[in-house]
């Protein structure tokens, strides 16, 4: 939680709200919150103003930048007919993607990361996958898998969830075109500080939003903001153009002050050396989290499922182990707050085991918070306090 | 702005969010709120506990029951092809069943709404109509709707956005279950008090959600909310029971706590008449405002477009002013805060003139409010206040 959140919500509340009304709109600018918000967040993955469109879900904004790929392929007489995915990859994205693979004609199929470069042949006609992945932590090339889905025709769709805010995104700007992406969505809750269910975001390169104005090509959830003038009340739909287009409803003015704060907050850290720093001291922080628990940890059963090297992770570590929720459940307790993730069994391409995931967020953590955390996790380990029956399963979340 | 809006959200934010962390996902239960809202959201609306989903905006939760009924429309065979609506309904509902319209291979037919009973043929496979409508605040006879598409197969889809929590809403349960309604939306930001933007909600009658659930019928936006096993994590969707299907992604917590501030406070008013008891205020209020307006401001050319007979409207009044936004920003610089809505023209069956709206909440106006506010726009009236430049027309928003 940001500092400044909680009194500039209760700001938004008591004077916006309470004493504005909907005069707020216009005098507090809350029809213009999302664009800013959206240019702001943009800043932090590398894509330019009027390209981010901010509000709804993930999920929602999946569905409306893959139904779009799809369709420009169609209409390039694309002749893949598959969407490819990882097999392992957060689930929300898989299970849109088979919604918009069988309402647009396509067939959603799913390879282990390794198996990618082998994967994208002709046959795909859009890629989306997710630049760093949710249980491993392993980060994907972007660039180089840009342009060898290029190479075919292949358009590619990018989950930034566990990226934006942690580490250096450049969505677009490669001294050669063929190296941008093509389409991304994340979402405002992880690094971007943005809490709870925070509003997500969605982008498409500045050649798509072009052509897909001057080509009248549409996103389904056609809301009345994504419209061109969204008061002149007109009957027919008639799409603003570039990326407004890819917004729906109206958004919630408390959760984008949320998320502003968030994003406000990681921009602050711009003038010390923004998304660069925060990446070296991610970078620091994960190495030593890792080099911690292989040499206070070890002889407990922990696999460490996160790469090793720096440049093929986010800004997590992730440890397999054969009661990784007791353990979890032990170190939360102890204010060593992480995730507990089920196994996702052998057909995804996973182990069978559970994992301990433990995000090192630069902005907040400190190099002795990491050590106390491990002392924590040796501790909980060496003693067999997870053996507790308090700690013993229950439904987990998120 | 509901009293115990402010308290309650710098609560969630300083403690579940900022000290509880994720763990208030399950110790703060955040992960039930949006069914324990839907739940007390539906006591509102005449639907039954477990009927309705809260979440996304009402763009979305239209997009997902207009496809659902389209589907079960084309699974029985109806040889309808039209979705029918009011040719001057709210327009992201047309917006949005323009898109869903041609993704399920229908055309969106729009007749005005003296013409509606004629209109519904056997060729309508599903009428999407507002129960209120948001301009002129007429307000239709749903079972009498109902039992008339029923008739011919159609389904019936309502729009409640300025029917929740402002006049009595019974969804289902009627004597003859041919009166039921099939599906409805509505938004959380109008009688709810949910907060600028709030999460906005869906319902499906208990006959469909058993069909849904039995037929393994689907929405398109299969988020991992509406997964049956959200945190298993499977590769593949498989949608919840009934409701929950319709849920899509993680929603935001701050933004659904402020709609259960809203939605709780018009639940105390239970004990003390329930919604007929803010009904009979909502029409009090709603008469003394037109009758007020008619004695006191006649000769100003306010040409009256809600209904005379309260069973025929809403909780509000309009009336047509050729310089209704003037008017408008004269009576806002008062404290007198409505609406203008630009006129829209005759291809939508709407008089060419803007229209000032005025909303009778009745759980925090009073009747001498009324005649506050009929006073001074009778000042404004009389003595031209309203030809002062600094009223003229900039753009209007919401």
Not at 274 to 298: F, H, N, P
Request: hydrophobic share 40%.
């Amino acid at each position: 939680l940001p500092k400044a959140t909680a009194a500039r919500l209760a700001s938004v509340v008591q004077h916006e709200w309470g004493e504005g009304l909907i005069r707020s709109w216009n005098d507090a600018g809350w029809i213009g919150l999302a664009r800013g918000v959206a240019d702001r967040l943009g800043s932090l993955v590398g894509a330019p103003a009027g390209t981010v469109a901010v509000g709804d879900s993930t999920s929602v904004n999946l569905f409306k930048v893959l139904s779009v790929a799809a369709d420009l392929q169609r209409r390039d007489g694309h002749r893949g007919s598959v969407i490819l995915s990882e097999r392992s990859n957060f689930p929300t994205d898989l299970y849109i993607a088979e919604s918009v693979a069988q309402h647009s004609g396509l067939t959603l199929r799913l390879v282990d990361h390794h198996e990618l470069p082998a994967a994208l042949d002709g046959d795909v006609a859009v890629v989306l996958w997710t630049h760093v992945h949710y249980r491993s932590g392993r980060m994907l090339p972007m660039a180089a898998i840009n342009r060898a889905a290029h190479a075919q025709g292949t358009l590619v769709v990018w989950d930034l969830a566990h990226s934006a805010g942690a580490v250096p995104v450049t969505l677009c700007g490669a001294a050669d075109p063929v190296d941008d992406a093509d389409f991304a969505v994340g979402c405002g809750y992880k690094y971007l500080n943005g809490g709870p269910g925070a509003p997500a975001f969605a982008w498409a390169h500045p050649r798509h939003l072009d052509r897909i104005t001057r080509e009248d090509i549409r996103q389904p959830l056609s809301g009345w903001l994504g419209h061109a003038a969204p008061f002149a009340f007109e009957p027919t739909y008639r799409p603003a153009e570039g990326i407004e287009r890819f917004t729906c409803g109206t958004p919630s003015i408390l959760a984008l002050t949320a998320l502003d704060c968030g994003i406000q907050t990681l921009l602050e850290a711009t003038p010390l050396g923004g998304m660069a720093a925060i990446r070296r001291k991610s970078e620091t922080l994960t190495q030593l989290l890792m080099d911690l628990v292989a040499a206070r940890c070890g002889g407990w059963g922990l696999q460490r499922i996160t790469p090793a090297e720096a440049k093929d992770r986010g800004s997590q570590a992730s440890w397999a182990h054969p009661h990784g929720y007791e353990v979890m459940q032990a170190l939360i307790e102890r204010g060593v707050i992480g995730d507990f993730r089920a196994g996702l069994g052998r057909a995804s391409g996973d182990d069978a085991l559970g994992i301990l995931r433990l995000g090192c967020a630069p902005l907040y953590l400190r190099h002795t918070d990491i050590w106390d955390a491990v002392e924590t996790l040796r501790e909980v380990l060496d003693t067999g306090l997870w053996r507790d029956p308090r700690y013993g399963r229950r439904s987990a979340v998120t």
